[in-house]
């Protein structure tokens, strides 16, 4: 006799920037595809429900999928959104060795210093383009076999894989025995010098900062995001290539949000101490 459950699991997507992550969020839960590329600001949480089958049980999984912005040398930020993490999903771009190396220097050792043992399964998306590949199906197997982990070609332009993808983590993660898994080592992660020197390196710290202390202010990092978002687009804050000038303006957006939340007092207090912050940098350039 067949028996409903119903389990919720959070699920994190992880990569460099422009892999795709957003893109398979989208094709998995709406089924839509959008070339334009979408750089997330901070977190964004999507739900959807699966059913699926483990033994006798039907499972109505309740997946709660965050995706987390690409850039790395946001710390604060990736440690506050990691936590309570069962699964994670790691995305290269198929079109860029680059992409796949950086899942083993740095993204997965991050998993595993934060989280722990989780299932992960690792996607080489845009298969579509797989003409301009420059690692193969082959290559990935190899490097997925060293972390345990299924691996699988994708591609949210044309949905090749996608569904099954989030089907398999999702059974993993109802089928996740912690003994299964070899306990993990705290890894190295290869700090991204490359990615941010001198000024932007600072910029970078301070935005990470900016993250937490607003969140905290706010009450609840889920409801803080979505107004991150808004207020660092109004103010033109890339945060693959964050400016001075930009990151002021968001401050003092931040600022205003604040005002409608709190004191006025305790709002321009934030604001000058945010500030501060940006003054306290060693590279005074803007």
Same mark, same amino acid.
């Given at each position: 006799?067949?028996?409903?459950?119903? $389990?919720?699991?959070? =699920?994190?997507?992880?990569? !460099?920037? %422009?892999?795709?992550?957003?893109?398979?969020?989208?094709?998995? $839960?709406?089924?839509?595809?959008? &070339?334009?590329? =979408?750089?997330?600001?901070?977190?964004?949480?999507?739900?959807?429900?699966?059913?699926?089958?483990?033994?006798? &049980?039907?499972? *109505? @999984?309740?997946?709660?999928?965050?995706?987390?912005?690409?850039?790395?040398?946001?710390?604060?930020? #990736? #440690?506050?959104?990691?936590?309570?993490? &069962?699964?994670?999903?790691?995305?290269?771009?198929?079109?860029?060795?680059?992409?796949?190396?950086?899942? %083993?220097?740095?993204?997965?050792?991050?998993? +595993?210093?934060?989280?722990?043992?989780?299932?992960?399964?690792? /996607?080489?998306?845009?298969?579509?383009?797989?003409?301009?590949?420059?690692?193969?199906?082959?290559?990935?197997?190899?490097?997925?076999?060293?972390?345990? %982990?299924?691996?699988?070609?994708?591609?949210?332009?044309?949905?090749?894989?996608? #569904?099954?993808?989030?089907?398999?983590?999702?059974?993993?993660?109802?089928?996740?025995?912690?003994?299964?898994?070899?306990?993990?080592?705290?890894?190295?992660?290869?700090?991204?010098? @490359?990615?941010?020197?001198?000024?932007?390196?600072?910029?970078?710290?301070?935005? *990470?900062?900016?993250?937490?202390?607003?969140? +905290?202010?706010?009450?609840?990092?889920?409801?803080?995001?979505?107004?991150? +978002?808004?207020?660092?687009?109004?103010?033109?804050?890339?945060?693959?290539?964050?400016?001075?000038?930009?990151?002021?303006?968001?401050?003092?957006? /931040?600022?205003?949000?604040?005002?409608?939340?709190?004191? !006025?007092?305790?709002?321009?207090?934030?604001? =000058?101490?945010? /500030?501060?912050?940006?003054?306290?940098?060693?590279?005074? *350039?803007?």
């Amino acid at each position: 006799m067949e028996e409903k459950r119903e $389990v919720q699991k959070k =699920i994190i997507l992880l990569g !460099d920037a %422009a892999v795709g992550k957003t893109s398979l969020i989208r094709r998995f $839960v709406v089924d839509r595809f959008d &070339d334009r590329y =979408i750089l997330t600001i901070g977190t964004k949480i999507t739900a959807k429900a699966l059913q699926i089958g483990v033994n006798k &049980d039907i499972i *109505d @999984l309740k997946l709660q999928i965050w995706d987390i912005l690409g850039q790395k040398g946001y710390t604060k930020l #990736h #440690h506050s959104s990691f936590k309570g993490t &069962d699964g994670v999903i790691l995305v290269a771009d198929i079109t860029r060795n680059e992409t796949l190396l950086s899942l %083993a220097t740095y993204w997965i050792p991050k998993v +595993r210093n934060l989280v722990g043992e989780v299932p992960l399964i690792i /996607l080489a998306n845009k298969a579509d383009l797989m003409k301009n590949s420059e690692f193969s199906s082959e290559d990935l197997k190899i490097f997925s076999s060293k972390f345990n %982990a299924p691996c699988f070609l994708t591609s949210a332009k044309n949905g090749e894989n996608v #569904h099954q993808a989030f089907y398999n983590i999702g059974k993993r993660m109802i089928e996740f025995k912690s003994q299964e898994y070899p306990s993990p080592s705290k890894s190295k992660i290869i700090h991204p010098r @490359l990615i941010f020197n001198g000024e932007k390196s600072e910029i970078v710290k301070i935005i *990470d900062k900016i993250i937490d202390d607003f969140c +905290r202010e706010y009450g609840n990092m889920e409801e803080a995001m979505p107004v991150l +978002r808004k207020q660092f687009e109004s103010a033109g804050l890339n945060l693959n290539n964050p400016s001075k000038t930009a990151l002021k303006r968001a401050i003092h957006g /931040l600022a205003e949000v604040e005002m409608t939340l709190i004191t !006025d007092e305790i709002a321009e207090a934030n604001e =000058i101490k945010r /500030l501060k912050w940006i003054k306290k940098m060693k590279h005074k *350039d803007t």
